[in-house]
């Protein structure tokens, strides 16, 4: 059985970072590609960064890169979002996703997705 479970959200200032962790378990980590998406209030999901692994790479939605950084851990079977110079339009709650589905946040949600339950992040002063 596929478990996600995401930690590390809270509330923080502008310009501040934290660091997003994303344990798994229930499946061949290494097989997957893992992403993260996050839903802000009254919004749809958004796709904000996935890592295909050690060949391919992580790659970054427009509005975070530079300032998020995507990582895992194929040992401990973990996946990352550090995030810094973190603004109030990244206030939302944060998901890890088993898999890469594409860059749009439609298409994270649905019965095929598996998805954990999400940490809260808060960007304000």
């Known amino acids: 059985q596929v478990q996600l479970v995401e930690s590390g959200g809270g509330l923080v200032q502008p310009g501040g970072s934290l660091r997003l962790s994303c344990a798994a378990s229930?499946?061949?980590?290494?097989?997957?590609?893992m992403t993260w998406v996050r839903q802000a209030p009254g919004k749809g999901l958004e796709w904000v960064a996935s890592?295909?692994?050690?060949?391919?790479?992580?790659i970054y939605a427009e509005s975070v890169s530079g300032r998020f950084t995507v990582s895992r851990d194929n040992d401990k079977q973990r996946v990352y979002l550090q995030m810094s110079g973190l603004k109030p339009d990244d206030t939302a709650r944060y998901f890890c996703?088993?898999?890469?589905?594409?860059?749009?946040?439609?298409?994270?949600?649905?019965?095929?997705?598996?998805r954990g339950p999400g940490t809260q992040v808060t960007v304000s002063s």
């Open positions: 996703v088993q898999g890469y589905w594409g860059t749009e946040g439609a298409s994270y949600s649905g019965s095929h997705v598996f």
């Open positions: 229930g499946f061949t980590f290494n097989d997957y590609a």
């Open positions: 890592h295909h692994g050690e060949i391919v790479g992580p």
